[in-house]
């Protein structure tokens, strides 16, 4: 369809929320063809003009592009230039390059990004199916897939095997309890950043915030109390420290005693992760069972804050409010 030679047989333009899906989708695919993807490229590309750079890769270099689509993009800083570039692309050649993959249930399209275009239910056929269809699309649109060889494949296992005994070193080091410490530090920065825009948004939402004396914060809602509490074993390394996160229905002192002892404060949910840092050198936090479901400290404090906040609208909702 287009034989031009491009930088890129693939952009992928996302919001921070879905970074782990693309890497995947990046893991994926790179070693079969050209990929760009932004913390990838972070370094290259530091001291240099991001705006002009997005614009050309989204627009001009990229033979198709692949959009991790929920409700926020294109109103992030990235994928609103993203954005921009996509429909000039767009305008001048038609949508046929764009790939839409859904992140998130009843998502609203904008009018230009059609989902009548090709669009991927990831959830229902899954990330090797979606790969798939990007390879095919990248064929159409003039790129050669590279088809990797015995050798290639054991050459991408052994560094990928380095890396991870790389990673696990620096974890079990006193470095790495320093990086774990700084991530809870994050977490308390995150907190405080969705109260100021919680308060900023409503005229009297109950939402306190307060640090505790022991590596946590807490958040305590009409009667529901959040916390996020690090707990380390040994004083140089994080073997055996992990974060717990805990929401009840009930209400504690700075100590962690209850306020009134006499009431009864029900456990809804809680985890037990541990600091971690993924193939990409994302900082965040996985289970700590099972040494999997990465996820990066903003969502993490954002998925916990938005099922506090549906708790208390459920038991507002039930009192009459």
């Known amino acids: 369809m287009n034989n031009q030679i491009k930088k890129y ?17 990046y893991e994926l695919l790179r070693n079969r063809m050209s990929c760009f993807i932004y913390f990838e490229e972070q370094k290259r590309l530091a ?14 270099e990229s033979r198709i592009v692949v959009i991790l689509y929920n409700n926020d ?3 992030t800083k990235w994928t609103r230039i993203e954005q921009t570039a996509i429909k000039n692309k767009g305008f001048d ?3 046929d390059f764009a790939i839409i993959i859904p992140t998130q249930k009843n998502v609203e399209f904008p009018e230009w990004l059609s989902k009548n275009k090709i669009c991927i239910d990831i959830d229902r056929w899954g990330i090797e199916s979606a790969a798939s269809v990007i390879e095919t699309r990248v064929q159409q649109f003039g790129g050669e897939i590279k088809i990797e060889s015995v050798a290639d494949i054991a050459a991408r ?28 530090q994050e977490i308390i920065s995150e907190v405080h950043r969705h109260e100021t825009q919680i308060k900023s948004q409503t005229d009297s939402w109950h939402f ?77 936090w996985i289970d700590i069972e099972t040494n999997e479901n990465f996820v990066a400290t903003s969502i993490l404090v954002e998925q916990w804050i938005k099922e506090l ?10 009192q009459g409010y």
Request: glycine share 8%.
């Open 9 to 25: 047989d693939v952009a992928f333009s996302f919001t921070h929320k879905d970074e782990i899906l693309a890497g995947q989708l």
């Open 47 to 60: 001291g240099e003009d991001g705006e002009r750079i997005f614009n050309s890769v989204f627009s001009q």
């Open 73 to 75: 993009w294109g109103k």
């Open 93 to 95: 050649e038609g949508y």
């Open 157 to 184: 296992a052994e560094k990928s095997l380095v890396e991870k005994k790389i990673r696990k070193q620096l974890l079990d080091s006193p470095e790495g309890l320093k990086l774990a410490f700084n991530e809870v």
């Open 208 to 284: 306190l915030v307060r640090n505790n004396n022991r590596n946590g914060v807490e958040i305590i809602s009409f009667g529901f109390h959040l916390t996020f509490q690090f707990y380390q074993k040994y004083a140089n390394t994080s073997d055996d420290a992990y974060l717990l996160i805990t929401l009840y229905n009930g209400s504690f002192d700075e100590n962690g005693y209850p306020k009134d002892p006499f009431s009864k404060n029900e456990l809804i949910s809680e985890a037990r992760l541990k600091f971690s840092i993924n193939v990409f050198d994302q900082r965040g």
């Open 309 to 318: 906040i549906y708790n208390v609208t459920r038991e507002r909702q039930d």
